[in-house]
């Protein structure tokens, strides 16, 4: 039903639109400037978009409906409901066009909430190759093997040129990268942390990934040929 929300609800699509453009732009006011005042009208804001988000949650599937209620769990720290309304839009497959900015903290409530909703069969691979043979490693934010072609990410549009098959090897994902989500094979970062862009992104296509490897993008070139373990955080560079 995901992928059809706008075709059956478009009314109501229409209408939670301009909601998100002003949750995002508040957003973006209170990362450049965390004052009480800015923090008050953005917890407003989460509360009003959180509402509006509670009429799709039943048209989704049952392991992604969390993340709309976490939208609205006044206990969560702002960055993690941030990051839930991010995840229970993505869910959604509406398009808008607005930059988003990621605030990485950890939060208990939210990795509960995160967790109950990942099961991937990949998480009893085991990795053949020792830590000793890896080129690098970093966090293990979604676990899996996946083997292909590095792809560098400098700037926005490298996401248009993204080869199927292809390593995403990044400083950090941006939400450019869903359109093309469907030719990723995994995702490497420099920088963030298991409730970053990357991870939940990851976790949502169940494709293997690591995050703050820290020098990824000054190790790896494109076209090198990777095995990634998303389950030990170990990056292998393949001949």
Request: net charge positive; with cysteine.
């Amino acid at each position: 039903m995901s992928n059809k929300i706008r075709a059956h609800f478009k009314s109501e699509v229409d209408a939670l639109l301009p909601i998100l453009h002003e949750t995002y732009r508040l957003i973006g006011l209170f990362q450049s400037d965390r004052n009480r005042r800015n923090e008050r009208e953005l917890l407003g804001q989460l509360d009003q978009v959180g509402q509006r988000l509670a009429f799709f949650k039943p048209l989704l599937q049952i392991p992604k409906q969390p993340y709309f209620d976490a939208v609205l769990e006044r206990d969560l720290p702002i960055s993690d409901r941030i990051i839930a309304l991010d995840t229970a839009v993505g869910a959604m497959h509406i398009e808008f066009a607005m930059p988003r900015a990621y605030m990485h903290r950890e939060s208990q409530a939210l990795r509960q909430v995160l967790e109950a909703s990942r099961h991937n069969a990949a998480d009893d691979v085991r990795e053949v190759e020792t830590a000793n043979d890896a080129l690098l490693s970093g966090l293990a934010a979604s676990p899996g093997i996946a083997t292909g072609k590095a792809f560098l990410v400098r700037k926005n549009a490298d996401y248009r040129r993204l080869p199927s098959g292809s390593i995403i090897v990044a400083e950090m994902t941006r939400p450019e990268l869903v359109a093309q989500i469907g030719k990723v094979a995994g995702i490497v970062t420099d920088h963030g942390g298991s409730l970053c862009h990357a991870a939940i992104l990851a976790r949502e296509y169940g494709l293997p990934c690591i995050v703050g490897t820290r020098q990824a993008t000054a190790l790896i070139r494109s076209k090198n040929l990777l095995r990634i373990n998303g389950s030990s955080g170990q990056i292998h560079k393949l001949r």
